[in-house]
């Protein structure tokens, strides 16, 4: 049969995410600092985008929504816009900020606040040196062969911020063979240049292991006899240390007890991590994106509005494209300008009334929490909030994460109300954040000569009607890196 050209219709469907909801996706995404820098690097390459510095504080907080649609339908026929090329439904949206970003919960109320208030991104970077710059001004002050200093410069890059040398020397040997193949070197020559790195500031930095670091910072010491005991222990008997099998090191380095307190105390004033102290600051910035206020009637949870600047469209050049025509290709540049400038507004809108419900939902959930402590924590997981609030878990996930609650208990990132339910025995389920905060408070209470063992603490929790096995006791003492009772014994004899 000979095979003929021909035409084919096929009838299917697809699904496909607009430039629009995939923007909105990633706002919500975004953590507050990164909606901030999304602000600025948006003001900075559309004109349509403006900040909103004029409006005067008495006005009214709130604007009609028929006016305010009403000023974005006369915008689109000053660019005298065909209906066929006209912005689509879901951006027809308001562009006054206190429009987009107002407080929609039926339990929350607004507050007005100054646009003042609000702090550019740009204010928010750490100038502090890092550990990687502070190697690097020590190895240029410092008289290296070329090679060596091609050496160096490899060593440091490998440096993470906690301090340590994690690649083998042998890997740095390959890279750089790899990379200068007619440069000759050999591992002795790695091993003699980390030797003198690890003489630079912060002392035990380059060090490959914690043994190691430590050993470094204990030379760079005014050498007495603890000193050189605690050296000796680290170098010879470290796994001994790991377990606090103090002990045995009495016993093999003839110590009394005042003698090995004396040398324990050497040792702990030492410091695991020395890279930590040029660690990046920025990381740790936190802006809440909600806050939480106690009233008369209960808690209000909020919006909070001073973390963005306020937005609105620029006027000037929508009448300006209704002088040059919807033909020219100044008017079709402002058009995608605005289309640009109402989604970016529209996904923060969005993005703020997402947080809302969640933040609304939490705290009706989590409300003991707020009066009584991590004592009080419900178990919450991310299907409860989905199916109450009628969204999907991913969306729930997106809204929680790296997203703050400020309260009169601290802030929070929305992530740390979530917990899992522990089954209990004939009554329902615990909090297992709750059921941590027990355990750290009973053992916090002990006496520390006589600490609680786990199956001592499982019954005391029996008592507050909290039913669960041995295991998961010690599974969660460990998990918040609490000691068992006869390590913990043995610590406090020390102290």
């Known amino acids: 049969m000979a ?70 339908d006369a915008s689109e026929n000053e660019i005298d816009i065909e209906a066929s090329d006209t912005l689509s439904d879901d951006l027809q949206i308001d562009c006054e900020w206190e429009e987009v970003y107002t407080d929609i919960s039926p339990v929350s109320s607004s507050i007005k606040s100054d646009n003042d208030d609000y702090t550019s991104p740009e204010n928010y970077t750490s100038s502090e040196v890092t550990l990687s710059e502070k190697l690097y001004w020590q190895s240029d002050i410092y008289s290296w062969t070329e090679t060596q200093e091609l050496i160096a410069s490899y060593i440091i890059d490998d440096i993470n911020d906690e301090g340590y040398l994690k690649t083998p020397l042998e890997n740095i040997l390959a890279d750089i063979q790899e990379k200068e193949p007619d440069l000759l070197i050999h591992l002795s020559d790695i091993e003699g240049v980390l030797s003198v790195i690890q003489q630079f500031e912060p002392t035990g930095v380059g060090a490959r292991d914690l043994s190691e670091c430590l050993i470094l910072q204990l030379k760079a010491l005014h050498q007495n006899p603890y000193v050189v005991t605690a050296i000796k222990i680290i170098e010879e008997n470290f796994d001994l240390l790991s377990v606090r099998d103090y002990k045995r090191i009495k016993k093999i380095y003839l ?14 004033s030492l410091s695991p991590r ?115 609030l009628e969204l999907h878990e991913s969306t729930i996930s997106r809204a929680t994460n790296q997203k703050y609650m400020q309260t009169p208990r601290g802030t929070f990132e929305l992530k740390y109300f979530f917990s899992t339910g522990v089954s209990q025995y004939g009554s329902e389920d615990q909090s297992a954040i709750a059921i941590k905060s027990h355990i750290k408070q009973l053992i916090d209470d002990e006496d520390p000569n006589k600490p609680l063992s786990d199956n001592k603490l499982m019954a005391l929790l029996e008592e507050k009607e909290i039913n669960v096995a041995r295991r998961t006791i010690a599974k969660y003492r460990e998990a918040m890196h609490i000691p068992s009772s006869s390590e913990r014994k043995k610590l406090n004899k020390f102290k």
């Open 3 to 72: 095979l003929m050209p021909g035409l084919q219709i096929n009838i299917g469907q697809q699904l496909k995410l607009t430039p629009q909801l995939q923007q909105s996706i990633k706002i919500l995404q975004y953590s507050a600092l990164e909606v901030q820098q999304t602000i600025s690097t948006t003001l900075e390459t559309n004109f349509m985008l403006e900040l909103d510095e004029d409006r005067p504080e008495d006005a009214e907080e709130f604007a009609s929504e028929e006016d305010a649609a009403e000023v974005a």
């Open 255 to 268: 110590l009394n007890d005042d003698e090995l307190t004396e040398v324990i105390q050497v040792i702990q």
């Open 274 to 388: 020395p890279g930590r102290e040029y660690s990046s600051t920025q990381g740790e910035i936190v802006i809440p994106d909600l806050k939480l206020y106690r009233t008369k009637d209960g808690f209000m949870v909020e919006l909070n509005q001073d973390a963005f600047p306020r937005l609105t469209i620029n006027s000037a050049y929508i009448n300006m494209a209704g002088d040059l025509g919807s033909s020219s290709q100044e008017a079709k540049q402002i058009k995608e300008q605005l289309t640009e400038a109402k989604g970016l507004i529209k996904s923060i809108q969005s993005r703020g009334e997402t947080l809302l419900r969640v933040g609304k939902y939490i705290v009706e959930k989590q409300a003991r929490f707020f009066d009584e402590g991590e004592q009080a924590m419900q178990p919450m997981v991310l299907r409860d909030v989905a199916e109450s």
